[in-house]
């Protein structure tokens, strides 16, 4: 078994803890929401506990980390579905104009 060294666990850690940060964050925002959740792209309903999945991240956290908590880069609540056409590289026009919104205001 391979032994993960001091710095690789620390690295783990630091990941966690941002994970947590964003979940929480997730839930407060989710919490603010009315009982008749619909994804703000098609108007589908949204059902049940909140997930990650119904919170966008307009500008990719993995390519802009510095903005992984900033309310103007997330899009929600968003469906799976929508969720997972603008993942694929094919978001919907209103996701599309979101981003383009984003873009401009965070100079990238």
Known sequence: MKKISDKQKLKNELKKEETRKLHSWFLSLW???????KCIECGSPI???CLSTYFDHLLEKSKYPELALEIDNLY????????SCKTNGFPKEKHREAIKQAKIKFDV
């Open 31 to 37: 919490e603010e929401l009315p009982n008749n959740k």
């Open 47 to 49: 059902y049940g506990e």
């Open 76 to 83: 929600y609540p968003v469906c799976g579905d929508c969720h």
